[in-house]
């Protein structure tokens, strides 16, 4: 069975010979960012690391995308969309909110959490769980709201 990282190298060269510039060149950038998280880490990754690297590269683009549409760059928002819907089907199905609250919940009981001074002790083992299937800033904003009342 094939790597992530090979699977996503075999998709770029589909993607070229299929002239869908827009994969290849995102998954292209992928290649690239797998690349420097093997040559940073000093040996070939394992798919949890290439899919920690993807993350990494999904949450820029999501935060991008805030950026140029402050900015009223709605070119520059499309590109990135398009980036953005590549990169997470290579990701785990993301958590509805519910799903979400439901493990915010769960983590706050089996931590002992009472008030928004025990917001750390929540979000380490909560991050943990979630283990990118959801987005940090969606769960820390349920564990404060959780935690407030």
């Known amino acids: 069975m094939a790597t992530l990282s090979e699977t996503i190298r075999s998709q770029m060269l589909d993607a070229t010979r299929a002239r869908d510039n ?6 292209r950038l992928l290649v ?9 880490a000093g040996h070939d990754l ?7 690297v993807l993350q990494k590269e999904a949450k820029q683009r999501r935060e991008s995308i805030v950026e ?32 979400v609250r ?3 919940e769960e983590t706050i009981a089996e931590a002992g959490a009472s008030g928004p001074d025990d917001l750390k002790l929540v979000m380490g083992p909560l ?3 979630l283990e990118g299937r959801a987005d940090g800033r969606v769960a820390n904003a349920i564990v404060r709201e959780l935690l407030s009342d």
């Open 22 to 27: 827009v994969r290849r060149d995102t998954l």
């Open 32 to 40: 690239a960012a797998v690349e420097n998280g093997r040559i940073d």
């Open 46 to 52: 394992s798919d949890d690391e290439t899919l920690r």
């Open 68 to 99: 140029y549409r402050k900015g009223n760059r709605e070119d520059l928002v499309q590109q990135e969309q398009q980036e953005l819907e590549i990169i997470e089907t290579y990701l785990p199905a993301q958590l509805s909110d519910d799903e």
């Open 102 to 104: 439901e493990l915010v």
């Open 127 to 129: 991050m943990k769980k």
